[in-house]
């Protein structure tokens, strides 16, 4: 217990300094990119002040592998440079023994960071992307969406709307066409609005008309409504205020919900799917660029410093890089979107097992 005490009190206050370090530098790279126009446009300061704060969490979340990496070489390195782990080794104490508290530590911190990406980091980073696209004056509407189209159960069925709005989970002047199994027309309800019932999961029309498609003469007649057509309206609101979503900019539930929607759509859903299984897999980069570092201590007495902000980066370069050119992979079919998301993961814990095995203890 005391070694892992000594361990951690030496650690922890350079992995908080290396955190401030680095999340302060990500936040200043952005204000300086943005600051002249920032200027042009006569942007208040308390309100790029907020633009920062919002910032923060995503800045931290960059910051934590890195930090916790950094920390972790840089005083494996100064204890091997002197001679302390020497005489940890001499007394019969592992390497692994020794830094397992660190890779545990390392581990949770993964989970954390996951959780942390979903309950703080996609909302205020929503918050500062929409704050910060008002003071630089680009106008776009996220959330209440024009001429809006999306398809449904394998095709089956399209909703097409003249607008949604966010606020009152309403959809103007829609058009709902039904398909049958070979994707023929078989109705079309048009509606002047339909409001979004969270207690029954479906849409409720406002002022709605029904045409059926007479096969015999090849046109629509009116009839009346049919409630089973009804209860298949159930494609959540979530879809029409984000037709397009970039998975890495939500959460995981409206990550799955969105790439449930393309499933029923029938359209292409791999890049998402490879997207989504790299919100739990990414996270653990934490755990393994430190499980690498473990494996690297020892090489040098010389230069810790140096050496351990090179361990640094090209660990995290290399993980990123990996993860980069087997997302490419998973998003053109090459390998399935489960392996590209977790193959650098099982590629890099093999790696640094390998490692650790034949470093010096």
Avoid at 85 to 108: C, D, N, Y
Avoid at 269 to 291: D, H, N, R
Wanted: one cysteine or more.
């Amino acid at each position: 217990m005391y070694l892992v005490i000594y361990l951690f009190k030496k650690i922890l206050p350079i992995f908080l300094g290396a955190l401030f370090f680095f999340s302060l530098v990500l936040n200043l790279v952005d204000l300086f990119m943005n600051i002249a126009t920032y200027l042009q446009n006569s942007a208040p300061p308390l309100q790029i002040i907020q633009v920062m704060i919002y910032y923060i969490p995503k800045t931290l979340w960059y910051a934590v592998p890195v930090a916790f990496l950094f920390s972790t070489s840089y005083v494996l390195s100064d204890m091997y440079a002197h001679n302390e782990l020497e005489a940890l080794f001499a007394s019969g104490v592992s390497l692994l023994r020794f830094t397992l508290p660190v890779l545990i530590v390392s581990f949770l911190m993964s989970i954390g960071l996951f959780i942390f990406e979903n309950a703080v980091v996609v909302q205020n980073y929503e918050k500062k992307v929409t704050l910060q696209d008002v003071l630089l004056n680009k106008s776009a509407e996220k959330e209440n969406n024009k001429d809006v189209i999306v398809l449904s159960e394998n095709g089956k069925i399209i909703y097409k709307a003249d607008r949604y709005n966010e606020e009152n989970k309403w959809l103007e002047n829609c058009t709902f066409v039904f398909r049958d199994e070979n994707k023929n027309l078989d109705a079309v309800i048009i509606s002047t609005g339909a409001f979004w019932i969270e207690e029954q999961n479906h849409w409720i029309l406002q002022n709605a008309v029904e045409y059926s498609f007479d096969k015999e003469t090849k046109t629509l007649k009116k009839r009346g409504i049919e409630n089973d057509k009804l209860l298949q309206l159930t494609e959540s609101y979530e879809i029409f205020r984000n037709s397009d979503i970039d998975i890495q900019s939500v959460n995981s539930k409206t990550a799955r919900q969105y790439i449930k929607h393309l499933k029923k759509a029938g359209l292409p859903y791999s890049k998402e799917l490879s997207e989504y299984y790299k919100k739990f897999a990414f996270p653990l980069i934490v755990f393994i660029v430190v499980f690498l570092s473990i494996g690297l201590t020892g090489k040098t007495k010389k230069n810790v410093l140096l050496i351990s902000l090179a361990s640094c980066i090209t660990a995290s370069v290399l993980f990123y890089v990996t993860m980069m050119v087997t997302m490419v992979f998973a998003k053109h079919g090459y390998i399935s979107p489960f392996m590209g998301a977790w193959s650098p993961v099982i590629l890099f814990t093999i790696l640094s097992a390998f490692l650790l095995k034949y470093s010096r203890t």
